[in-house]
């Protein structure tokens, strides 16, 4: 990981000198994604499959880019999401010591939370195409937990060094562009990886701002292994709606 992150830092300090902010900027970003959740979690070597229904994502962001040489940019961002569901266990499931047999229905819920600033160069900027490239340091929380039939909870947190990217195809002669994000890391025994796709059309153009609507597909990982004594290993993927202020 910490050879990657170096030559990504090579490579983008020696392309910023030719793609820079002409001028500073600010962006204030909200989505609301619509995940379906799938996997399992429970303590450490005890985990089972465990059903969830869908429900939302949310994401808050706010991004400064400057044109200063060498300097990255700065982008802060929180993401907080919860799912419920009702779960007929397979096999034997433990969670905060509490054991639960198999072929018992259980009713649970997983909270995931976390807050991340990346540091990134504008690599490409031009009437085409746009990319950024750079590192990301995420705080998370997750807590795995059992309503019924009785009450157990497990929770985890820690810090993830993350590598960044943001790639924008604008298309000829229209107001739309296709965008590809990402962010992953293998840290640990600690793997985050979140993927966005999608469409953004520019609704508003006004001197000091434009205002754009974006809609895709979002897919979303993350695999604990005896993180205070916690596994979880879930997929979430669906729909995501967002809007975005450019200033």
């Known amino acids: ?45 005890f985990s089972q499959p465990l059903q969830f229904s869908d429900d939302g994502w949310q994401s808050w962001s706010v991004a400064f880019e400057h044109p200063l040489p060498l300097v990255p940019n700065v982008a802060l961002r929180r993401q907080t999401a919860r799912w419920s569901g009702t779960t007929l266990l397979q096999g034997n499931f433990r969670l905060d010591a509490q054991h639960f047999a198999s072929q018992s229905h259980i009713q649970n819920a997983l909270d995931l939370q976390s807050t991340d600033v990346s540091f990134y160069y504008e690599v490409l900027d031009n009437s085409l195409l746009a990319l950024d490239l750079g590192v990301s340091a995420m705080q998370y929380d997750a807590e795995l937990a059992v ?74 990982s993350v695999a604990l292994i005896d993180k205070d004594q916690l596994d979880i290993d879930m997929q979430m993927k669906g729909p995501f709606l967002a809007l975005e202020a450019d200033f």
Not at 5 to 33: E, F, K, M
Not at 198 to 207: I, P, V
């Open 1 to 45: 990981m910490k050879a990657v992150v170096l030559t990504l830092g090579c490579v983008v300090l020696l392309l910023n000198n030719n793609a820079r902010a002409d001028l500073l900027g600010l962006t204030l970003s909200g989505d609301y994604a619509k995940l379906s959740p799938s996997g399992q979690g429970g303590d450490h070597l």
């Open 147 to 220: 309503t019924e039939p009785v009450s157990r909870t497990r929770t985890a947190s820690g810090f993830l060094p993350l590598l960044y990217s943001h790639l924008t195809i604008n298309v000829w002669g229209t107001d739309t562009a296709l965008f590809w994000q990402g962010q992953y890391t293998d840290y640990r025994d600690q793997q985050w990886a979140q993927t966005k796709v999608g469409l953004s059309y520019q609704m508003l153009d006004l001197t000091a701002m434009t205002l754009a609507i974006k809609f895709g597909w979002q897919q979303q």
